[in-house]
């Protein structure tokens, strides 16, 4: 089953699309398109809707803001399709050259996406003909990861920094503490809406934003302390009471779990000692 749904929010247009192989679809992931800027592709699931949907818009640019495959799954289809360019950071650029190996859950609710040699590296900002949106390393979730800011209409595009103010599960090389720094950061920009690939906030975006970050990083201190007072991440888990979630961590083969937030918080710590 597809789900398909949009809206409108002054000059940006939404596009949201989900799949599920049975039942409803829990996940679902947004395209927004800008005065001729298309920012992200989707899931290559949905990707004849996609198609059929943004296929009707004047497209002239694309941008992906990081290499994960509801994000770049349709980059390649809609590039022929548009015969335009398409940007993205240069870390994000370089992984899509060889897109990194997803797990099977991955494939079955998003699907996987092919490489692309295409992308043109851009660091600083990206314009259309009457915006300009500022590119912002954003790290942690994804290491190529950046958001768009356009400070004249306090527009933020998120990509998957917020998703919600408190996560339950992990990719396996994700960073806690990366992410409590890209909050951070966000955080001192002006801006109100936030445009979340995921769920998109047309108001309070940024005390949404503060709660996630109240929540890492209370995350980051519980288990910090317990490694430092030489706990596993097993014993880790146990003391601070988590709970696992049995079948994404099984149908993902581990790539997704609550124990890879535990493990990233002592692999941060491992670094920050290292350094």
Not at 34 to 47: F, K, N, W, Y
Request: glycine share 4%.
């Amino acid at each position: 089953m597809i789900t398909i749904d949009t809206f409108q929010h002054e000059a940006v247009t939404a596009y949201k699309f989900g799949y599920s192989p049975f039942g409803k679809p829990k996940l679902n992931v947004h395209l927004y398109y800008i005065d001729g800027l298309l920012i992200d592709t989707g899931q290559s699931r949905a990707s004849k809707e996609v198609l059929r949907h943004v296929g009707e818009l004047d497209v002239r640019e694309i941008f992906i803001t990081h290499h994960h495959e509801d994000h770049s799954g349709n980059l390649n289809r809609l590039q022929a399709y548009f015969n335009c360019s398409a940007y993205a950071s240069e870390t994000c650029c370089e992984l899509m050259k060889k897109p990194p190996r997803i797990s099977f859950v991955q494939n079955i609710f998003w699907g996987n996406r092919p490489p692309s040699h295409q992308l043109i590296p851009c660091a600083e900002s990206i314009s259309t003909d009457k915006y300009t949106f500022q590119i912002i390393p954003i790290p942690g979730h994804a290491v190529d990861m950046v958001a768009l800011y356009e400070p004249n209409k306090k527009w933020l595009f998120s990509a998957d920094l917020y998703v919600h103010h408190y996560i339950n599960y992990f990719i396996k090389n994700e960073s806690v503490i990366q992410q409590i720094h890209s909050i951070r950061k966000i955080l001192e920009l002006d801006f109100e809406v936030m445009f979340c690939a995921h769920s998109p906030q047309l108001t309070g975006g940024k005390k949404l934003l503060e709660k996630k970050l109240v929540f890492f990083e209370n995350f980051y201190a519980q288990v910090s302390e317990l490694y430092e007072k030489n706990y596993t991440a097993q014993q880790i888990f146990k003391q601070l009471n988590f709970k696992e979630n049995r079948s994404i961590k099984f149908f993902s083969q581990g790539h997704l779990s609550k124990m890879n937030m535990v493990e990233a918080v002592i692999r941060d710590n491992q670094y920050s000692s290292f350094r």
